[in-house]
């Protein structure tokens, strides 16, 4: 890892550059270069295994990198890793993290006072966050009777307690309620919008869109896509589309026998289900272009009355990245 | 000085952390003094069978065995609940999961080791005295008051032994997870030629020797010279002077492994597992 702070990282949040993770043969991290500005709601994206947890534990000190640097508000991460823990905050992806046979407010009264509170300052501002978040009236029970969406809040509260200048979330809200994660990431929404750069690390595509403003999509250890979340959406290659087809035959199963053959191996026809009778979803062979496939199912007498694309945007665009990537 | 200070500040937290925990475990602040009562009550039975004639004495005062034993078992119960726990304190965070919630906190290393176990190395030393107190009314057990402030300088200058080798337990611990305990061994075995039970000199020659340079023999011998024969400053503090370095350099080699033990965590990334 690489000495002090450097031109590139001014601005910056949070600033990785040629980061590296081996464990063992596995390559957990490859040459990663990962930058979040003050102030922004900035998604880390990929699926399970992506290097989405090692990165974060690198950004906060707790595992070294193999190679690179990384720095948090200008300053190396791990020559400046006390002065820079009193300004980032850490939502663990994990449940357990507290003292569950305390309450919750004795366990962020501990956390404040190790933040170097005096115990009457740990006290109101772990009363002031228990109310922000939306548990005071649970402040006195013990954590272990707290249900998961609480603990989650309660990891925000401690999160919050040294008002963050960095907010590094981990998988938040993958097991939590629709209500509880829509919660959760107002919470961390306002702290975004309180001055906090906040890194959201995910493999839920849905909740990225409306939330963050860029985002870092990781696959197998390395960057696949960074920029803003509609740049990502428009690298969707869509190849599914929902069409309805007719061709005077009376059963489904005829028109799609009829379709795929029309279609000589250019794509798949396939029922859309439900109670959409004559709707199909015509998938696309590979290099095969939209227009190909409907001359071709033209000119075998099947009637195209609409078509559209099937949900494309950014969840197209994280299979386009992850899947074709090479292993 | 004012960094340290900020770190001093955070003791408090710790004990009550602790304390709040340990109180939410009523029944085994009970079942820990029963257990001592239990240890007492057989070693008084114990002591009808032994002869004072083989055991030693204590600036010429002929002891009982039930005397002799009490302190040793004192003792013994001080190493073994400081060791476990010394030992334990950071195993029990990763264990529950708030290891890495501690250490992305401002707080050194050192403060969290000693955090960790600072209310446990003040309640034992209390459950210590309550048990030979609880022993001394309830048996007869005979105790020279002026050996009580000696004794306990004895084994102030002593907990920083069973720390040492309580961080040097941790430290394994974390390195190799359950093959952890082989220091607790070792101690085991240091305590077993220190005549915490019985008289060194029942034990092999080349033992009693090693027993000059074996601090819970001169832990034991020091508590048991000062309590039991009245020995005052002139006899206590050689014994003193011999232990302490003893206690500097295991402190120091357990808080070094234990460094180097969570460094290598942090170079492996396997702070997490368990």
């Known amino acids: ?327 | 000085m004012t960094a340290l200070a900020g770190e001093l500040r955070k003791m408090p937290a710790f004990v009550r952390r602790d304390f709040l925990v340990a109180w939410s475990y009523r029944m085994s602040f009970a079942s820990d003094l029963i257990s001592l009562g239990v240890q007492a009550f057989v070693f008084a039975f114990i002591s009808k069978m032994i002869s004072t004639n083989e055991l030693p004495t204590f600036q010429g005062e002929q002891v009982t065995y039930l005397e002799f034993a009490a302190i040793g078992i004192a003792l013994g119960v001080f190493i073994h609940f400081g060791l476990e726990r010394v030992a334990m304190a950071i195993r029990s965070e990763q264990l529950m999961g708030t290891l890495e919630s501690l250490l992305v906190t401002p707080t050194r290393t050192a403060t969290l080791q000693v955090g960790s176990v600072f209310f446990d190395l003040v309640y034992i030393p209390v459950q210590t005295a309550l048990f030979l107190t609880a022993i001394a009314l309830g048996f007869g057990l005979h105790l020279e008051a002026a050996g009580v402030l000696p004794a306990t300088i004895v084994l102030l200058v002593f907990i920083p032994f069973v720390w040492g080798l309580g961080v040097l337990s941790a430290a394994a611990t974390l390195t190799f997870r359950r093959g952890g305990n082989a220091v607790a061994l070792g101690a085991v075995l240091l305590a077993l030629a220190s005549g915490l039970y019985f008289p060194v000199d029942l034990l092999p020659q080349w033992v009693s020797t090693g027993a000059e340079l074996n601090p819970i023999a001169l832990a034991v011998d020091g508590m048991r010279s000062a309590l039991l024969g009245g020995a005052g400053w002139t006899e206590t503090l050689p014994i003193v002077a011999k232990l302490a370095p003893l206690s500097a350099i295991s402190l120091l080699i357990g808080i070094l492994a234990f460094r180097l033990a969570l460094q290598r965590e942090q170079r492996l990334g396997t702070l997490g597992l368990y």
Request: glycine content about 10%; overall charge positive.
């Open chain 1, 1 to 327: 890892m690489t000495g002090g702070s450097s031109s590139e990282s001014l601005g910056t949040a949070v600033f990785a550059r040629e980061l590296t993770r081996r464990f063992g043969r596995k390559l957990a991290l490859d040459d990663v270069r990962f930058e979040v500005r003050p102030g922004e709601l900035h998604a880390l994206l990929g699926p399970n295994g992506a290097g989405k947890t090692t990165l974060i534990r690198i950004l906060l000190g707790l595992l070294q990198p193999t190679g690179g640097s990384v720095e948090l508000l200008g300053r190396n991460v791990r020559r400046h890793a006390a002065e820079l823990r009193r300004l980032v905050g850490f939502v663990p992806s994990g449940d357990r993290s507290f003292y569950l046979r305390i309450s919750g407010l004795e366990n962020l009264v501990f956390f404040a006072r190790l933040q170097g509170m005096r115990r009457r300052e740990a006290k109101a501002r772990s009363l002031e966050v228990l109310e922000h978040v939306g548990l005071a009236e649970a402040a006195g029970e013990r954590v272990g009777a707290y249900s998961h969406g609480m603990q989650k809040r309660l990891s925000i509260a401690r999160a919050l307690l040294a008002n963050p200048t960095v907010l590094l979330v981990d998988e938040a809200t993958h097991d939590l309620d629709p209500e509880g994660a829509e919660r959760v990431r107002n919470l961390v929404r306002l702290a975004c919008s309180q001055g906090a750069a906040v890194v959201w690390a995910t493999q839920r595509l849905e909740e990225i869109r409306g939330l963050a403003e860029r985002v870092t999509l990781l696959h197998r250890g390395r960057v696949e896509f960074a920029g803003g979340v509609h740049e990502l959406s428009a690298l969707a290659r869509p190849r599914d589309h929902v069409v309805r087809l007719a061709n005077g035959r009376p059963s489904d199963a005829a028109v799609r026998a009829a379709a795929e053959a029309a279609l000589r191996g250019r794509g798949r026809v396939a029922p859309v289900g439900g109670s959409d009778a004559g709707h199909y979803v015509l998938s696309l062979g590979e290099n095969v272009v939209l227009g190909d496939a409907l001359a071709a199912l033209a000119a075998a007498d099947i009637q195209v009355h609409s078509c559209r694309e099937r949900r494309s945007e950014i969840e197209d665009a994280f299979r386009f990245l992850t899947e074709d990537a090479p292993s």
